[in-house]
């Protein structure tokens, strides 16, 4: 089997090859330099050279408040780029794993989402991501769609990196605390991909690790972990005042991963000792 992972510069990417080659299967990492997404021939010329069994497409716009503005950029990115790589996918007969989103939902509610409950997002972030779904559907069978979320990997920048350096440098930050969901190490998100991808067993999946917490209770665990004193001034969605509009619940059922036989992540508590141990290792 041969694997090309989109992305490789991101957290995600970035793990994922590190979980492929630990698991002696053959893979090709791409980012920018390699081939632009959004470029139809230039995606069908590298993406046929390559000749991979399966696609893992991690590179997507994620600036949520940028893409409000830069709405052109940001569909031609999450949309129009997903679409070229799934119609190549269809032509080689090859799979591909795309990684979605909580924002596809309107996150009302104290529901956990199911994987085919309606969507709605609130802002372009999410309408560009959920275009990347059906652009996906529309042109290929053989499609794994895992929407995940507030992602955090040792590749890159996250909210745990920016809250360790704010933590250090403040007495006090302000975190929203009305907005639940979960976290995603891409370190454990990697291995489920990895033991996806070498199956049939297509769809839509919810993949987060387990348990549920507000982005101030995420905070305090980090600073916890850290060994720091900072306090966590807990604030509401309104009075943080992002541009662009955020789910206020993210919870989603991992029912569909139950369902095709598929092992839940680890509790995002032990996801994130794990995560910030590795951080201090590498004196990060």
Known sequence: MKVLVTGVKGQLGFDMMKELKKRNIECVGADIEEFDITDAQKTRDFITACSPDVVVHCSAYTAVDKAEENIDICRAVNIAGPENIAKVCKDLDCKMVYLSTDYVFPGVGECYYETDDATGPLGQYGLTKLGGENAVKDNLEKYFIV??????????????????????????????????????????????????????????????????????????????????????????????????????????????????????????????????????????
Not at 231 to 256: C, D, F, I, Q
Request: hydrophobic share 35%; charged share 30%.
């Open 147 to 284: 929407r995940i979320s507030w992602v955090f990997g040792i590749n890159g920048n996250n909210f745990v990196k920016t809250m360790l350096k704010a933590g250090k440098e403040r007495g006090e930050v302000s975190v929203v605390d009305d907005q639940i969901g979960s976290p995603t190490y891409t370190a454990d998100l990697s291995v489920l991909l990895c033991d996806m991808l070498v199956t049939d067993k297509y769809g839509v999946y919810h993949a987060t690790n387990e348990g549920i917490c507000s982005w101030a209770d995420f905070t305090e665990e980090i600073f916890r972990l850290a060994g720091y004193k900072t306090k966590v001034k807990r604030v509401t969605t309104e009075e943080y005042g992002a541009k662009a509009p955020r789910p206020k619940n993210s919870r989603m059922s991992k029912k569909s991963l139950d369902d095709a036989g598929f092992k839940r992540l680890p509790d995002w508590k032990d996801a994130l000792k794990r995560y910030i141990g590795e951080l201090q290792l590498k004196g990060m």
